[in-house]
């Protein structure tokens, strides 16, 4: 099974390793990829996540633009997925 887990995050720099280390643990047998969605952090979530990236190529980060785009913002998670997707 390939699985994409899709988070919003905003301000949980201290929260991003916790959180990868308790998916990593659950989804060890599973091919996977975990996408961040920052909303406009104002502390280090985007710093701390970029370090994980550089060890962890099942993870990635997307910026939010603006505010009032989730359409927009959507389709720019949509296009750095790595696997197929199907919406249920």
Same mark, same amino acid.
């Given at each position: 099974?390939?699985?994409?887990? *899709? +988070?919003?995050?905003?301000?949980? =720099?201290?929260?991003?390793?916790k *959180?990868?280390?308790?998916?990593? @643990?659950?989804? !060890? @047998?599973?091919?996977? =990829? +975990? +996408?961040?969605i $920052? $909303? ?10 970029? =370090?994980?990236? !550089? $060890? !962890?190529?099942?993870?990635? *980060?997307? #910026?939010n =633009?603006?505010?009032?785009?989730? *359409?927009? #913002?959507? $389709? !720019? ?12």
């Open positions: 099974m390939k699985l994409s887990i *899709i +988070i919003p995050v905003k301000n949980e =720099e201290f929260l991003i390793k *959180i990868v280390g308790q998916l990593q @643990n659950k989804l !060890k @047998n599973l091919s996977y =990829e +975990i +996408i961040f $920052d $909303d406009f952090s104002t502390d280090n979530t985007v710093k701390v996540t970029k =370090e994980l990236i !550089k $060890d !962890k190529p099942q993870i990635n *980060i997307c #910026n =633009e603006r505010r009032d785009k989730v *359409i927009t #913002n959507a $389709d !720019k998670v949509a296009k750095i997925l790595t696997f197929p997707t199907k919406v249920a």
